[in-house]
C-alpha cells in the first residue's frame, strides 16, 4: 500500500487477555518503530527494528510486551495479560533506512482499551 | 543522550494571528530535529525537518522553523493562524541511531 498500516484500528479487550497489533510498513522501508500515546501524553517509544540488527527494545515496559518483525517486512506486538493501563494507542512508523535524518511514516494507530 | 523540550502544553492564538511553537532540544552531537502535527483523530504528519542544510526550514501548510545552535532552539512559526491548523504539534529529535525521540506536544487552538 502506499502508506503504513495498522489493524485493528480499535481493539477493546477484556483484563487479562493477550492481544495481538498489527503493522504493515511501507514496501521497502527498513527500519520499522513501535510507540504508545497514552491520552494526554506525548509518544512514548516501545521498540526499534532496523533490517537484520538485534532490535532496541530498551523501551517496552515490562515483559509482557514483546514484538517481531517477520520477514523485515510486517510487525506484530503482542501485549500479554493485559491491563488497565495498557490502554493507548499504539502508533506504528517506517522510514527507509536507519538514519538521523530520514523521515519516519507514522500509520494511523490501533486504539486499544482494556476494560 | 538526546532530549526535547516543548515549553508550553497549550497555545491559544487568533486567527489570523502569528503562531509561536516553542521547542528546545539537547544533543551530544549534531541533529536531526523534526515538527510534526497530529490532528484530531489522525495520524502523525510530518511537517518539516532540519538535517543540517539551511537552518531556516520551511514546511507545509506556511509552517516553517530556525534551528538556533547556540540557543538549542528549533521553534515553529507561522506568520497567520487559520482554523485548520487547530492541532497537535511534536517536536522531535533523532539520536546517531535513528531512534525518534518526541517532546511531550503543545496543543494549539485556534480562535475565530
Known amino acids: 500500500g502506499a502508506g503504513v498500516s495498522q489493524s485493528p484500528s480499535n481493539k477493546v479487550t477484556e483484563k487479562g487477555k493477550d492481544v495481538e497489533l498489527r503493522c504493515d510498513p511501507i514496501?521497502?522501508?527498513?527500519?520499522l518503530y513501535w510507540y504508545r500515546q497514552s491520552l494526554g501524553q506525548g509518544l512514548e517509544f516501545l521498540i526499534y527494528?532496523?533490517?537484520?540488527?538485534?532490535?532496541?527494545k530498551s523501551g517496552l515496559p515490562s515483559d509482557r510486551f514483546s514484538a517481531e518483525r517477520t520477514g523485515g517486512s510486517v510487525s506484530t506486538l503482542t501485549i500479554q495479560r493485559t491491563q488497565q493501563e495498557d490502554s493507548a494507542v499504539y502508533l506504528c512508523?517506517?522510514?527507509?533506512?536507519?538514519?538521523?535524518?530520514?523521515?519516519?511514516?507514522f500509520g494511523q494507530g490501533t486504539r486499544l482499551t482494556v476494560v | 543522550a538526546q532530549s526535547v523540550t516543548q515549553l508550553d502544553s497549550h497555545v491559544s492564538v487568533s486567527e489570523g494571528t502569528p503562531v509561536l511553537l516553542r521547542c528546545n532540544y539537547s544533543?551530544?552531537?549534531?541533529?536531526?530535529l523534526f515538527w510534526y502535527v497530529q490532528h484530531p483523530n489522525k495520524g502523525l504528519q510530518l511537517l518539516l525537518k532540519?538535517?543540517?542544510?539551511?537552518?531556516l526550514v520551511k514546511g507545509i501548510n506556511g509552517f516553517e522553523a530556525e534551528f538556533k545552535k547556540s540557543e538549542t532552539s528549533f521553534h515553529l512559526t507561522k506568520p497567520s493562524a487559520h482554523m485548520s491548523d487547530a492541532a497537535e504539534y511534536f517536536c522531535?529529535?533523532?539520536?546517531?541511531?535513528?531512534?525518534?525521540?518526541f517532546g511531550q506536544g503543545t496543543e494549539l487552538s485556534v480562535k475565530p
Open positions: 512508523a517506517s522510514s527507509l533506512r536507519r538514519g538521523s535524518g530520514l523521515e519516519a511514516f
Open positions: 514496501s521497502g522501508h527498513t527500519a
Open positions: 527494528f532496523q533490517g537484520n540488527s538485534a532490535p532496541d
Open positions: 544533543s551530544s552531537y549534531s541533529p536531526s
Open positions: 532540519y538535517t543540517s542544510a539551511a537552518t
Open positions: 522531535v529529535v533523532t539520536n546517531q541511531g535513528g531512534k525518534l525521540i
